[in-house]
């Protein structure tokens, strides 16, 4: 579950050949949707403290490409994506890597709010509701706000704009 299960990037929707991932690049990234991550996942724990509740941390993994997934049995996937299974996020390097033109500049913000996106996933499994768009935009939603301090406000459209594109991403593959 997360952002449609995105396919790998195989080419950016505007036709440009995808772009490398040096070791520096991948480890920067990582490094980078590990400190949003933690954001995220704070903001889950307080507010679930806040509700009576506890909240557990999700695992994360990195990949390029494709991963073998325990949630699709002998599968592999591409993502970002959570597997319920092994309560861990997936999440693909080269995405970030391929946001498209129209997201660079706004790349940073974007990408908080795909990883934000991703993250509901655990937390509305552990209550208990669905990972369906609605739920995981919503979660992903409350955690801009809380965080609008830290990453800046999002503007009405932004949120929109940085999913279209990931989604655009996937479907030039």
């Given at each position: 579950?997360?952002l449609?299960?995105?396919?790998?990037?195989?080419?950016?929707?505007?036709?440009?050949?995808?772009p490398?991932?040096?070791?520096?690049?991948?480890?920067?990234?990582?490094?980078?949707?590990?400190?949003?991550?933690?954001?995220?996942?704070?903001?889950?724990?307080?507010?679930?403290?806040?509700?009576?509740?506890?909240?557990?941390?999700?695992?994360?993994r990195?990949?390029?490409?494709?991963?073998?997934?325990?949630?699709?049995?002998?599968?592999?996937?591409?993502?970002?994506f959570?597997?319920?299974?092994?309560?861990?996020?997936?999440?693909?390097?080269?995405?970030?890597?391929?946001?498209?033109?129209?997201?660079?500049?706004?790349?940073?913000?974007?990408?908080?709010?795909i990883?934000?996106?991703?993250?509901?996933?655990?937390?509305?499994?552990?209550?208990?509701?669905?990972?369906?768009?609605?739920?995981?935009?919503?979660?992903?939603?409350?955690?801009?706000?809380?965080?609008?301090?830290?990453?800046?406000?999002?503007?009405?459209?932004?949120?929109g704009?940085?999913?279209?594109?990931?989604?655009?991403?996937?479907?030039a593959?």
């Open positions: 579950v997360g449609g299960a995105f396919g790998a990037v195989a080419a950016l929707s505007n036709g440009e050949p995808p490398k991932l040096t070791s520096d690049a991948a480890s920067a990234q990582s490094r980078r949707i590990d400190v949003t991550l933690a954001d995220v996942q704070r903001t889950w724990g307080r507010l679930f403290s806040d509700a009576g509740r506890v909240y557990r941390p999700a695992q994360s990195y990949f390029v490409g494709a991963t073998p997934a325990p949630c699709l049995g002998a599968g592999d996937a591409t993502g970002p959570y597997c319920a299974d092994n309560r861990t996020l997936y999440f693909d390097l080269m995405l970030f890597a391929a946001l498209p033109a129209q997201l660079r500049e706004i790349e940073d913000q974007a990408t908080k709010l990883i934000a996106s991703v993250a509901a996933a655990p937390a509305l499994d552990q209550l208990g509701a669905t990972s369906d768009p609605a739920n995981v935009d919503c979660l992903a939603g409350v955690w801009a706000r809380d965080a609008a301090e830290r990453i800046g406000p999002v503007p009405t459209d932004r949120y704009l940085a999913i279209q594109g990931t989604r655009r991403i996937a479907e593959r």
